[in-house]
Nanobody, 121 residues
């Protein structure tokens, strides 16, 4: 079964940085676009960033453009989300999901546990 595991979250001060990882278990990520989402308390899950299967195309939510960078290392079967200049409003549980294309609404498999990111002084 397709399963993704998120890691790398933590507590960081405003202006700080974190790098999240999304690792695949039991399958290869090569053929999938990977989308990062986040969900803050009391809010709906929202898309943050997506990278195509080849890595040649990426997109970002307006709220994170210029601060977050998505990348992938297919040899390590892992996708990363580098987050810089973090703000308190970035506080959320971050999830990753596999899709055929970034424009697809359908995700493969089920949601994982996510990784908590807390930005606070």
């Amino acid at each position: 079964q397709l399963q993704l595991v998120e890691s790398g979250g933590g507590l960081v001060q405003p202006g700080g940085s974190l790098r999240l990882s999304c690792a695949a278990s039991g399958f290869t990520l090569d053929y999938y676009a990977i989308n990062w989402f986040r969900q803050a308390p009391g809010k709906e899950r929202e898309g943050v960033s997506c990278i195509s299967s080849s890595g040649g195309n990426t997109n970002y939510a307006d709220s994170v453009k210029g601060r977050f960078t998505i990348s992938r290392d297919n040899a390590k079967n892992t996708v990363y989300l580098e987050m810089n200049s973090l703000k308190p409003e970035d506080t959320a549980v971050y999830f990753c999901a596999a899709k055929g294309l970034c424009s697809d609404r359908f995700i493969f498999g089920s949601w994982g546990q996510g990784t908590q990111v807390t930005v606070s002084s």
